[in-house]
């Protein structure tokens, strides 16, 4: 996955296949980086294209994540009429939702309303709208990734394999995670004061949700992938960095094209991490007063 992409994007630089230029400065806004390389738009988009899952990464607050999120969903769909576009934000028991306003038979409020979006989800739905009504506005159909913290939490304390197939969406157990994402998850876990910090199960149980919230979302986007489509999922970075969530899950399930995107503020000159994902997008630094940009 990774490691695969980045040796084709160096292989092709070194024949001359890609305009890559080595960087003689800071990155810039508005640039895509791959390996510490700068790469064109039109070549980034094109490697995109060919994959069976990308992955788009997000900070749940972030405006411009948002809109990036958007410009490549546009970008992307210039090349591939065979897309879909999964969220996060939803269970799957809002899908016929999703199916209606895809059709147009809903306004955005009976959206919201059918949906539980603040229930369910919680961040303002200002900041998801654009995406909703462009995937409507193409009928791009959108597939709702998640499953409730109810199940989550059935699925962790009983076992997946104890939890009827059916009762669990044919959701398959997860593969185990590599050392460096649970570390990464009990360095998350170490930051929730509410927790016992001194109670290794209690570790224990958070990993395995995380775990259980990859191999759903990874699981709804390697059946979307099954029959050819471009699958576009939209969730947290945490998810994604370092190929070790979703990435990591989909690669269990025989999906060997995944490309992972992220946003990424540029900050004093540093080069983007050539591991945290396929390619990033250099975005200005953040506002000192707040994680959400204005409008």
């Not at 003689?24 to 060919?50: V, Y």
Request: with cysteine.
């Amino acid at each position: 996955m990774l490691i695969h992409h980045r040796f084709i994007v160096a292989t092709l630089a070194i024949c001359g296949g890609l305009p890559l230029a080595a960087h003689s400065g800071c990155p810039a806004p508005g640039e895509w980086w791959q390996a510490q390389l700068a790469i064109s738009n039109s070549d980034l988009l094109a490697q995109a294209a060919q994959q069976q899952v990308v992955l788009l990464g997000e900070q749940h607050v972030v405006v411009d994540h948002h809109r990036w999120q958007l410009s490549t969903l546009a970008g992307l769909y210039a090349l591939r009429d065979d897309m879909i576009i999964g969220l996060e934000m939803l269970p799957r028991s809002t899908q016929p939702v999703l199916d209606s306003w895809i059709t147009g038979s809903l306004s955005e409020q009976e959206l919201l309303e059918q949906t539980q979006w603040q229930e369910v989800w919680g961040f303002d739905p200002e900041l998801y709208l654009p995406i909703l009504h462009f995937a409507r506005l193409h009928h791009i159909p959108l597939i709702a990734l998640n499953i409730t913290p109810a199940l989550r939490q059935r699925l962790v304390e009983e076992g997946f394999e104890n939890v009827p197939a059916e009762q669990r969406y044919h959701i398959p157990a997860p593969v185990p995670p590599d050392d460096s994402y649970k570390a990464r998850l009990a360095e998350v876990f170490a930051r929730h004061d509410t927790m016992d910090q001194d109670d290794p199960e209690r570790l224990n149980r958070f990993i395995d949700a995380q775990l259980s919230w990859d191999v759903a979302m990874a699981h709804e986007l390697a059946n979307a992938a099954q029959n050819g489509t471009l699958a576009v999922g939209l969730m947290g970075m945490g998810h994604i960095t370092y190929s070790e969530g979703v990435p990591h899950q989909l690669s269990g399930m025989n999906i060997e094209r995944t490309f992972s995107l992220l946003p990424w503020e540029q900050q004093d000159c540093e080069v983007p991490d050539a591991y945290l994902a396929d390619a990033v997008f250099i975005l200005s630094p953040l506002p000192e007063e707040g994680p959400t940009r204005s409008q």
